[in-house]
């Protein structure tokens, strides 16, 4: 029986692919930084473990109670919105620790085992933001993009051992905890001079239409669990789906 080890599984994208790898029958170590056993099955497949992708110690400890790994999902991460003239470099520091360094950091602490396989799958969690630009969102943009290129490297790197490389690039989710931290961004990061701006952003962000629902990211994270092409990039949800062919035809 094959285990998943998910990080950021106690609400949105995360917890529903924790859930769809249990109802396929696989294994689910899943991580949370404030572990909850309310919102996932009671299984002997189910391991819930404490996980701060920005703490060394931390993870040394979740990877090492899972046991071997079959797939990483880095899905862990902190949504921004906000004016990046008054965003602090410290809070932009605080962005890349979560979606930049603690995905490289858990991606490093399973390679050896992978390697020594010859198998093993990593996939990696970005963003819609990284197939178009938008604006007020330029710090957590330049964070998941930093993960873009490093999953494409990666994959080329580490081909050689049979370790497959993805990412998975969800649109936006209106009931997912980014738009909580989105939001919470608004009042210390966007200065009066963006204000009547940044609300008609935000309203449109929000707005009910063909938004990306944890569903979405599950299914395309169990697709790409088990591609093997050389196929890197999955979009996930209908405008990140729209957004993606909107860019390879300009490409072509």
């Known amino acids: 029986m094959k285990t998943a080890f998910i990080t950021g599984t106690s609400s949105g994208y995360g917890l529903e692919t924790a859930r769809l790898f249990h109802?396929?029958?696989?294994?689910?170590?899943?991580?949370?930084?404030?572990?909850r056993e309310d919102v996932l099955p009671k299984s002997d497949r189910i391991h819930i473990v404490p996980l701060d992708v920005t703490n060394a110690d931390s993870i040394k400890a979740a990877v090492g109670a899972a046991g071997p790994i079959d797939v990483l999902v880095n899905n862990a991460g902190i949504g921004m919105f906000g004016a990046f003239e008054a965003?602090?470099?410290?809070?932009?520091?605080?962005?890349?620790?979560?979606?930049?360094?603690?995905?490289?950091?858990?991606?490093?602490?399973?390679?050896p085992q992978f390697r020594a396989r010859r198998s093993g799958?990593?996939?990696?969690?970005?963003s819609s933001a990284v197939l178009?630009?938008?604006?007020?969102?330029?710090?957590?943009?330049?964070?998941?993009?930093?993960?873009?290129?490093?999953?494409?490297?990666?994959?080329?790197?580490?081909?050689h051992f049979g370790i497959r490389v993805k990412m998975v690039q969800p649109g936006y989710g209106p009931t997912t905890a980014f738009s909580?931290?989105?939001?919470?961004?608004?009042?210390?990061?966007?200065?009066?001079?963006?204000?009547?701006?940044?609300?008609?952003?935000f309203a449109?962000?929000?707005?009910?239409?063909?938004?990306?629902?944890?569903?979405?990211?599950?299914?395309?994270?169990?697709?790409?669990?088990?591609?093997?092409?050389?196929t890197i990039s999955f979009p996930a949800g209908p405008d990140a789906v729209a957004l993606s062919q909107a860019r390879h035809a300009v490409a072509a």
């Open 23 to 35: 109802a396929k029958g696989w294994n689910v170590v899943a991580a949370m930084r404030t572990p």
């Open 87 to 111: 965003t602090s470099i410290d809070t932009a520091r605080q962005i890349f620790e979560t979606n930049t360094f603690g995905v490289m950091a858990m991606t490093q602490a399973v390679i």
């Open 121 to 126: 799958t990593l996939i990696n969690v970005t």
């Open 132 to 159: 178009a630009p938008m604006p007020l969102v330029a710090i957590y943009t330049a964070s998941k993009t930093a993960i873009d290129g490093f999953t494409a490297s990666l994959a080329n790197e580490l081909n």
């Open 180 to 201: 909580r931290d989105a939001a919470s961004y608004i009042e210390r990061f966007i200065p009066e001079a963006y204000a009547g701006y940044a609300s008609e952003i």
């Open 204 to 230: 449109e962000m929000t707005r009910p239409t063909a938004h990306t629902v944890p569903e979405d990211v599950a299914e395309m994270v169990w697709k790409a669990a088990h591609d093997d092409t050389a």
